[in-house]
Each structure stands twice: as structure tokens, then as C-alpha cells.
């Protein structure tokens, strides 16, 4: 019975200490969407246009593996990544820049410090506290009669120590919080360089696609140009009216205001990449064209829906809440005793040849207890404060899950939307530049009027234009789908990418 005391204040000690364990029931369903009924039913149709290579363009790339199997979330090693995706060496180095000179990233960096110094401070807190002192100088003070002098000197050096004994668990609570603290800020540092390097791969490819256009407005102002050449010969033979010439005129402005504000666009990208790279404005380096760029992508068929917890958001907020629920016991430690141990040791003379005598040692040793007894239900509400922020913080964790399956379910749909989008367009282009050279022949030979003329350039043009920008929306799909599983997915050991090597 001696011991009961000592067994009683260890229970107490250990439930006062909280521990987080992830919820068992977070949402997570059981599969993706599959597509729907009407995209099944005109499957066939897109996949005979994507087997046919029409245009130049390479057919849907098959799946390369199924990853419905289980496979471990958590285990980076072997993972995708943004370079092996698109497979363009200029690329990677524009995102290796970004990664080490992109001011947000070394802001992260930088923040991850600060809360790894705050975690110090707080664990730093647990231990005992030393402190090293000491005073030396002369005093005057009134004579009195029985005193020989009215002057002395006085020194004292001493070292204090004192304790508190986390019985109760206030402060491993706390330390628990900040460790928590500093995983979900290293989190946020993940989270800020996978969003840097799908900015950088989507201005990228953006930039791309505007290189594409501009080749294509080029390409088209040079045939408009060439058309108006064979008008106004036309015209000074007598075949065509001077009206057909002036229609053929404004026909050459349009290409040619579209090249103007192209390159202006592609300009301003070229600004946007530079901020990205943590440099003022400059001219970004080209590599692949944004065909090669599609015709290398390749995503298996089945992701496991366990990558989502992979995201360095949806992590970030369970160390949040993680951290949250820490706090629920360091605030409930407040309202139990605090047991602190005092000591200290020094000495205490009028001359240095006295300070470190025998005589002249000073030492105390102590304890101290104090107990919160009325606080005006401060204390208290501070707990029901720590909870509420913790049921806050397990909805947010929850809400990331549910955003994050959103995400990936909106990215794998719009890539194949996408896909479908590049074959059917690549179709059309097609068949718009063997009606334009028809029509051109046949104005030549005098068959038709110009007006076929004009419309099978005009159309031709818009198509191209579309074309450039589905290709380009394959491509940034796919970067939108690597980004939401929170970096890519896993490589099955002996698979290869396929398509082209980097170039």
C-alpha cells in the first residue's frame, strides 16, 4: 500500500497525455468513376480516329500498366516523375532552376526552420532549466557605533536549477504539437514545390502551344499572301473584279494581326516562366515541339486510390490535426498541479580570497507545488477552445480527403476528354487542308469563286489553332493528374515509359 500514491499519480499522469491516432473512418471510395454510358457508346468512333494516326499525330498510347492492385502509398521510392512524364530535357532544366531559385520555395525552406526552432523551444522545455550568475561591488552605508567602517565589498556567484516534472503531461503535449507543427510545414514545402513544378511544366507547355500558333499564323499569312498574288494577277487580267482583290486584302490583315499579338503573348509567357525561375524577365530556351511533347505521354490504366493520401496537402492537414489534438492535452494540463524542483548553489564574500571558502558556500534545495483552484472558468474554456479547434481541424483533414479524390477524378476524366479532343480535331485539320488545296485548285483553273476559297483558309486556320490547344490541354492534363496524386504514381519495377527517349 506504500506505493499506491506512486501507482495512482502514473495513471493519472498517462491519461492526461494524448495521443493521436488517425480516424478509421475516413472517406475513400472503392473506385474511380468509370466514364459514362454515352462516352462508352461512341468509344469505337475515337479510337478507330486515334488508331489511324491522322495528321502525323501518334495513336492514344496504350496503358502501359494496371496499377489496381494494392500497392503501398507511402513508399516514394520508384515514383513517377514530372521529367519522366513529358520527356523533354529543356524541361527539367527550367524546373531545376525553378526548385533551387524560385523565391516561394526558399521561403518554404526558410519556414521550415523557423518551426523546427519553435519545436526546440517548446521540447527544450522538458528538461532542466540552468542558469549561471554572479555580482560584484562596493556599498556605503550609514556608521553606526559599533562599526569600524562604513564601506564594503561583496561578491556572490551562484547556479540555479530548477525543474518542472511534466507529471500531467502539459508539456509533452505541447512538444507533440509543435513536432506536428513542423511535419505539416515540411509538408507545405511539398506542396509548394509540386505546385511550382506543374506551373513551370504548364507555362511550359503553354508557351509551347504559342510557338505552335505562331508557326501556324506564320504559315497561314504566308498563304493568304500568296492567294492574294495570284488575285491581283488575276485581276490585272481582267478574270476577277476589283472588289475580289480588296475581299483578298482584308483576308491578309487577320493572319497578320494574329502573328503581332502572338508574339506578344508569347512574350508575356516568357515573363511569367522567368518570375517561376527566380529571375527577371529573360528569353526561355525551347525543346521538344508540343507534338513530340504528346506523343510521349503515357498513364497507366488503374491508379490505387490510397496515392491521394500521398498529397502533401491532405498530409499537411492530418498533421494539423494531429498537432490540434495535442493541444486538447496541453491545455487540459492546466488545470492539473504543476510539481516543480528548485536547487541552487554558490558562494557569498567580501574579498576574493574569502569567495571560495568553506565559510562562504550558499546552497538550497526545494520543491513546489501549485495548484489552480479558481481561474474564473479561464482555464477551462481555453480546453473547450483546444477542441473546438480540434474537431475543426479533423473536418479539414477529411475535406482534403474528398478535394483531393475530386481532383484526381476531374484530371483523369479531362486527360481523356482530351485525347478524344486531339483525334477528332487532328481529323478535321485533316480534312480542312485537303479542302483548301481543292478549292485553291479549282479558283485557279477558274471553277469556283474566291468566297470557297476564303472559307476553306478560315476554317483551316481555326481547326489548327484548335488543334494546338488540345494537344496542349492533353498535355497540361496530364501534369494536372500527376500534381492532384500528389506527385505521379508508382513505376512497376521492368516497365518502361515508352514512346521516344528525352531529347
Request: aromatic share 6%; glycine share 6%.
Amino acid at each position: 500500500m506504500r506505493h499506491a500514491p506512486l501507482v495512482g499519480l502514473a495513471l493519472v499522469a498517462a491519461a492526461c497525455t494524448t495521443k493521436y491516432e488517425r480516424p478509421a473512418d475516413l472517406p475513400r471510395p472503392e473506385a474511380w468513376r468509370p466514364p459514362s454510358a454515352a462516352a462508352d457508346s461512341v468509344r469505337p468512333f475515337y479510337d478507330s480516329l486515334a488508331a489511324a494516326r491522322l495528321a502525323g499525330l501518334p495513336a492514344r498510347p496504350a496503358p502501359l500498366y494496371d496499377l489496381r492492385t494494392n500497392l503501398n502509398p507511402a513508399d516514394s521510392a520508384g515514383m513517377l516523375q514530372w521529367f519522366q512524364l513529358l520527356r523533354d530535357s529543356t524541361l527539367q532544366r527550367l524546373v531545376a532552376v525553378a526548385l533551387r531559385e524560385n523565391y516561394d520555395a526558399r521561403i518554404a525552406v526558410a519556414r521550415i526552420a523557423e518551426f523546427r526552432a519553435l519545436y526546440g523551444v517548446t521540447r527544450g522545455e522538458l528538461f532542466p532549466q540552468l542558469t549561471v550568475g554572479g555580482s560584484a561591488g562596493t556599498f556605503r552605508r550609514p556608521l553606526l557605533q559599533l562599526d569600524t567602517t562604513n564601506t564594503f565589498s561583496s561578491i556572490q556567484l551562484s547556479a540555479d536549477v530548477a525543474w518542472e516534472l511534466d507529471f500531467f503531461g502539459r508539456i509533452r503535449n505541447a512538444t507533440q504539437a509543435a513536432r506536428a507543427d513542423l511535419l505539416a510545414q515540411e509538408e507545405s514545402r511539398r506542396a509548394v514545390l509540386l505546385a511550382l513544378v506543374a506551373d513551370v511544366a504548364t507555362a511550359y507547355l503553354e508557351l509551347r502551344e504559342l510557338d505552335a500558333n505562331l508557326a501556324i499564323a506564320r504559315r497561314t499569312l504566308a498563304s493568304r499572301l500568296e492567294t492574294l498574288r495570284l488575285a491581283q494577277r488575276r485581276f490585272q487580267e481582267g478574270v476577277i473584279s476589283e472588289l475580289d482583290v480588296r475581299q483578298f486584302e482584308s483576308e491578309v490583315a487577320f493572319p497578320a494581326a494574329r502573328v503581332a499579338e502572338i508574339e506578344r503573348q508569347v512574350r508575356a509567357k516568357e515573363n511569367q516562366l522567368s518570375v517561376l525561375l527566380g529571375r527577371t524577365p529573360v528569353e526561355i530556351p525551347r525543346g521538344r515541339t508540343l507534338d513530340d511533347v504528346v506523343a510521349g505521354i503515357a498513364v497507366p490504366a488503374g491508379l490505387p486510390s490510397a496515392l491521394v493520401e500521398r498529397r502533401p496537402d491532405v498530409r499537411q492537414a492530418e498533421q494539423a490535426y494531429s498537432a490540434a489534438t495535442s493541444r486538447v492535452g496541453a491545455a487540459r494540463g492546466e488545470l492539473l498541479p504543476t510539481i516543480t524542483l528548485n536547487g541552487s548553489y554558490g558562494t557569498l564574500a567580501r574579498n576574493w580570497d574569502d569567495l571560495f571558502q568553506q565559510s562562504s558556500e550558499l546552497y538550497g534545495i526545494g520543491g513546489a507545488v501549485s495548484i489552480p483552484i479558481f481561474t474564473g472558468g479561464r482555464v477551462g474554456k481555453q480546453v473547450d477552445v483546444a477542441r473546438a479547434r480540434a474537431e475543426q481541424a479533423g473536418l479539414q483533414y477529411r475535406k482534403a480527403i474528398i478535394t483531393a479524390f475530386r481532383e484526381v477524378e476531374d484530371a483523369m476524366a479531362a486527360l481523356r476528354a482530351s485525347r478524344d479532343l486531339v483525334a477528332a480535331t487532328a481529323t478535321q485539320v485533316q480534312a480542312l487542308r485537303a479542302a483548301e488545296r481543292l478549292a485553291t485548285r479549282r479558283y485557279e483553273n477558274g471553277i469556283s469563286s474566291y468566297l470557297e476559297v476564303l472559307d476553306a483558309q478560315r476554317n483551316l486556320f481555326s481547326a489548327e489553332l484548335n488543334l494546338t490547344a488540345a494537344q496542349r490541354q492533353q498535355v497540361t492534363s496530364a501534369v494536372q493528374l500527376y500534381r492532384s496524386l500528389g506527385g505521379g504514381w508508382p513505376v512497376v519495377p521492368g516497365d518502361t515509359l515508352g514512346g521516344p527517349p528525352p531529347q
